[in-house]
């Protein structure tokens, strides 16, 4: 049947999901165990959700499930596409991916403790980063006492790693 012959209210509204956390494209997904562990609680949740959903209407329960499906299909995605690093793996004495590293920055003297994790589980109020930020991408490779640059415009940020761990 043709779309002209269609009343206007029984057309399905297409959910509006954001998008999660900007990978580029051909990254790989790095997640840490923690990570993934919150990947999966997230899609628990959503499962539940879908399970328990009693909208009064007919209408708005088929909107609010295909808002769910959509957040689920991303997120599928993400696990599908996830690769755990296992942190007692890396090299303990450098930074990789993981890392929690603790930084002086050299202008103030203070002392900032960041890790580096995937993009799904950084969040910057918790001292994580993801490891496509700038910051990350410098730190990469370097060892205690090691100083980094980070170019800012107007003015570059010099930190020097203080510590290392994978913990």
Known sequence: MSRGFVKEGDQEEI??????????????????PTGMNELLAEKEKL?????KLNKTGENEKRIALNHINAKLYLLNNRIDTAIVVHLDEQPQNEIRFGARVTLKIEETKKIKTLQIVGVDEADVSKGKISFISPLANEL??????DKVVLK???????YEIMHITYA
């Open 15 to 32: 959910p509006m999901v954001p998008p999660r956390a900007h990978l580029p494209e051909g990254a790989m997904n790095y997640v840490t």
């Open 47 to 51: 499962v539940s959700e879908k399970e």
């Open 140 to 145: 990469i490779d370097k060892k205690m006492g």
């Open 152 to 158: 800012r415009p107007g003015k570059d940020i010099v």
